[in-house]
């Protein structure tokens, strides 16, 4: 039987759903339910899933670009520069530029927070 959520267990909290998933496991044939649904659905704050790691092998970030970086163990602040014998990665440790030598993925800064939810 699936945990029921008491309104304290909710408090910070939120949950990630996958709402097309959710529509077709409902198989709702009432048009009233649909909407209301779907309306509840769009209305719902949405979480822009598409950040998550990606691989150097596969991609990497443009030039110059400040990224969240990781070596499999800790995660940094870092860009990728074209330096003096090719590309080269660095983090910001410190407060100064260094050079990361075993970056494996790296990851879009996420957007910043805006009080009033608006979109930039």
Known sequence: MP???????RQGRMRLI????????LNIQSVTYNCIINKCIE???????????I?????????????????????EFGKLICGLFGDLWLIWLDNC???ATKVTA???????????????
């Open 18 to 25: 996958d709402a097309d998933a959710l529509i077709d496991s």
């Open 3 to 9: 945990r029921m959520w008491s309104e304290d267990d």
């Open 106 to 120: 790296w990851m879009p800064l996420p957007k910043p927070y805006r009080e009033d939810g608006e979109e930039e």
């Open 55 to 75: 691989p150097i092998s596969e991609k990497l970030p443009d030039k110059e670009e400040c990224v969240l970086v990781t070596d499999s163990g800790s995660i």
């Open 97 to 99: 530029w260094e050079e």
């Open 43 to 53: 209305d719902a704050p949405t979480i822009d899933v598409d950040q998550k790691w």
